[in-house]
């Protein structure tokens, strides 16, 4: 089985700015969140941990281990590109359009929705025969889970992935 977990709380998840793949540490009650994740998890034999680079999901994917689990780095999870948009409130930009598929927005520095979609599911098909047969705990972001949610799901019909969206450290399993 696959579980998918989104890192613990930052103090840009409070101020509702975008940080992407600006490399925001968690703050304390993100780290309570992990550790509370960790209970949760606690009885669940995973044969390994995946995590994105960026330092809030592989501090969350460490506490979650207990340094028991292996825990591999894996780019292709790392948050989507935001790139012109990060470090902004969230409205002060397009969500709506951002998150289109049906638009696939092409845009100066941000990753399009193609462009994480194709990574994402790169990534989702070559672990898809190890997370068919043994749990794999994925440690990332809320613009990679809607991707890893379309994998399963399909493309919502509104078209709007972030239909899909997890509050931090929430679990969701495939």
Partial sequence: ?????????????????????????????????????????????????????????????????HHDIPIEIDS?????????????????????????????????KAESIQQLLNRVYNFLDEYKEVYEKKDVLVVTHSGVIPAICCYFKGIPKNNNIF???FKTCEIIKF
């Fill in 163 to 165: 239909t899909y969206h």
């Fill in 76 to 108: 292709r999870i790392i948050e989507r590109d935001f790139g012109e948009f990060e470090g902004l409130n969230k409205e002060e930009f397009d969500s709506a359009s951002f998150w289109d598929y049906s638009l696939n927005n092409r845009y100066v």
């Fill in 1 to 65: 089985m696959l579980y998918v977990i989104r890192h613990g709380e930052t103090d840009w998840n409070l101020k509702n700015k975008i940080q992407g793949r600006v490399d925001v540490p968690l703050n304390d009650y993100g780290i309570q969140e992990a550790n509370m994740s960790k209970v949760l998890l606690y009885q669940t034999n995973f044969y390994k941990i995946i995590s994105s680079p960026l330092i809030r999901a592989r501090k969350t994917a460490e506490i979650i281990s």
